[in-house]
């Protein structure tokens, strides 16, 4: 099965994914004890990663900033749409539409309305929050980001692998 390469927009992504779920998660095709296993441990890497973000004053920095140019209108076209599929598999209603002008697709004023987000998004800090946080802060940042990214690779090559093979 083709999971996605030739597509171009996001919206295009954003509706194979929807219909990919429908089709075999719902069917409990890809969706079965392993992979349901790998979505908890990466909810909770997610929250460990956010806990972190937000103990360290990542969040805020980024809340305050409004410098559209890391959460900016065009990112959401670098995302695979796997990753795209695995928030349907999370139980995310993903946002098919920009909440203003500028903004990347799923940025909301309440920050990203994905859990599972590309790793540019996981991993990428301005040169202002690296030099905010000590270098003990920038690494327990990185290590938990980390390992939030290690297990989304995993399983987003797992769910391809179990794609290929219908």
């Not at 083709?2 to 779920?21: C, D, L, P, V």
């Not at 909810?43 to 937000?54: L, Q």
């Not at 909440?99 to 599972?116: D, M, N, P, Q, Y």
Request: with cysteine; glycine share 6%.
């Amino acid at each position: 099965m083709e999971f996605g390469n030739h597509m171009r927009s996001i919206k295009e992504k954003i509706e194979w994914a929807k219909r990919t779920y429908q089709r075999t998660c719902q069917e409990k095709e890809i969706l079965d004890e392993s992979i349901s296993e790998m979505l908890k441990e990466l909810e909770k890497k997610i929250a460990r990663s956010s806990e972190v973000m937000k103990k360290n004053g990542v969040s805020r920095m980024c809340a305050e900033c409004g410098d559209m140019s890391c959460c900016g209108e065009g990112i959401e076209e670098r995302f695979d749409p796997v990753t795209i599929l695995i928030n349907y598999m999370l139980g995310v209603e993903v946002q098919e539409e920009r909440v203003k002008k500028g903004w990347c697709i799923f940025l909301t004023e309440r920050g990203c309305s994905l859990k599972a987000r590309e790793i540019i998004c996981i991993n990428y800090l301005c040169d202002k929050i690296k030099e905010m946080l000590s270098l003990d802060e920038l690494r327990e940042v990185q290590l938990v980001c980390g390992e939030e990214m290690d297990l989304l690779f995993k399983l987003s090559e797992e769910i391809k692998k179990r794609l290929r093979r219908q």
